[in-house]
């Protein structure tokens, strides 16, 4: 019968202990081969974290272009709803006015005389107190503020208007309107209507706004501004984003 295998043969007459088994695998050949697989893993892992990142920055990028255009739409839909005699204020980082961007309107039931603060309407729910309003007849307008909230058919201006109104006229809610920047680690786009301020678009590298008149022209005047363009530099790119907007004549 043939005797059993044993993992370890015995001791040579020499006295040196060899570690191997019958197969020829010895000890050191076993820890190099454990050694190749630990680099093996740890290769594995490293390509794995590299496109776990590379999927994640490309996640955070296409969220950033997709702020981006929702960004430049806001601004092109409420920038279109302001006209000349309605911007306030512009320069380089900036650029304040009024519009409508809630399309909160109403008309007049009613004539209204020189010295009268109280707007008969038809609907004046749901206009706050403190909000600007401008009152409407061909050729001329008013502008003024609520002193109270809206009632359902009528509107309290702070001061009474100074010229005579017909019945119909028209009654338009304004929004006090400013984009402009805010500088930290990057540059932010912020939007603030009437007091409330949040951040449009971040992670940039500048935002220029540039203004236009009629003719073409680079213009200061904000009685003579027909167009405002909007520059970004997104800091994910080095392409610029342009709005070019024209005002509402």
Known sequence: MKEPTRSLREAPKDGRIRFFDENGLCLTEFIIGMAIALVVCAASLELFALGHRAVEANTQRIAQQQDLRL?????????????????LAIREDAVEFLANIHGNWTNTTAAITPGQSVLPVVEGRGWERGKLVKLCKPLVCETHRLLNDGRRNQLILERAVETEFPAGSSVEMHNHVIYYTRAGDSILLMRMVDG??????????????????????????????????LEIEPSYSWRSEFRDVALRS
């Open 71 to 87: 960004g430049l739409e806001v601004f092109e839909q409420e920038m279109r709803l302001s006209a000349a005699e309605t911007i």
């Open 196 to 229: 409330g301020a949040g951040v449009l678009v971040a992670d940039l590298k500048a935002v220029r706004f540039s203004y236009w008149d009629r003719k073409g022209r680079r213009t200061n005047s904000p009685s003579q501004v027909a167009r405002v363009v």
